[in-house]
């Protein structure tokens, strides 16, 4: 039975209540088409588009709880008896007033809370960490990459009351946001995944790039921060700072924390196989998963460590992850018929992503006995700095037979093309071209900036 209800939402955010007063746990959304019976639904205004135009779709879809600014509760005739069975809560701004209730009920509920940021690798270092502590606790997480203050919001309102650990991602494009997320929602333990070149528009530079990293750590409930070690700016200013707090290092030239001795990708009939070698404190073990790519070996240690630190021992991790898969578009490798593979990297990309997706392609391929070929897309958000680095991945590209390179990133006139690859600026111009990367005994490798929707290009390789 739930201690919280509608009524402490609106005491907490200042907000008038109308309606039944219903358990305030449950599946929030901002999006109508999301809705599903019993859901909350909130109704936020965007740039382009305003919720409280599709509150009464959300209604229609089954939604029993309403957060809406008070100024349209009479436009939506929300006081009408056909809305009667409908709780209502009415507040001056619907975008702060989530932040606050998600806050509050946080605050009661008291979960010991893990924030993930970095510039690659969080949502795998997520699911990882989950599915090493769901055994033993009672854990909640993100259904996807809800890393903002509104989908953190929407996380935790719809975290049941008996959560003993709360993980969230901590995403950001401009100076600030990862702050405000922890002010809002504080972490216990900060796991920051790496510190590369991403959102390069509202960062500059990679000095700029850490700094708003490093804002996860003015939480004032941190413990314990566990981090890449082989990042030398990352490491070098942990040195420095917060020495009141544990900090746990992971990299392959760590001393104390743990060393990542080998890692090992091999594609297998069940699909993508990792095999890395840790040592931790003079104890030498292996973890594998179903990941695609060395990289990975540091989020499974990051996982790993964050789990050790609620009492899971290596063996148990090591069971649990045999089974671990990756999620759609972050490195599931699909294998069809006439042994063609597919690596489906197509949620996103930046540099560094890129260069691993690559390099880890070639290796495989090579170690296979496979011919590579690539569909590319390009990267967003590089600022004055996407030239060189979109020159830097096509220098990286002549052991592919063929690649299919997408976006207008690679029309620079100062980029020369490399000979073994084609550029087209629209999504259309591609798909008659899958038969020239489509072959047998061959690996297809599919990543790009999520806005170039190459997900529909995975789809139409491995469904037709």
Known sequence: MSHFRVSDAALWSGGMHYGPDIQLCRSWKNDSRDVGPGDAFVALKGGKTDGHNFVHKAVERGAKLLLVNSDKIEELMLMEPGYAGIAVIAVPDTEKALAEIAREYLKVQAPKVIGITGSVGKTTTRELTVSLLQPCKKVHSAIRSFN???GCSLTILAMPECTEILILEFGTNHFGEIRDMVSLFPPHLAIITEVAPAHLEGFKDIEGVLSAKMEICASEKLETIIYNSDNELLKNTLSYNYNNIKKIGVGRKEKSGLKILDSVVLLTGEGANLISSYDLDGKRFELKTGLFGSQHSYNVGYAFMAAQSFGVEISEAAEILLKFLPTSGRGRCIKLPQNQWVIDEAYNANPRSM???????????????????AVLGGMKELGGASTQWHREILSSLDAFSNVILLGEEWFDPTVEMPANAQRYRTFEEITSLIRTVSFPDSVILVKGSNSY???RLVALLTEG
Not at 357 to 365: D, K, L, S
């Open 148 to 150: 903002t203050v509104i």
């Open 453 to 455: 929707g190459l997900k």
């Open 355 to 373: 260069m691993a997706a690559i390099e880890n392609t070639i290796e495989v391929a090579e170690s296979s006995g496979l011919t590579a070929h």
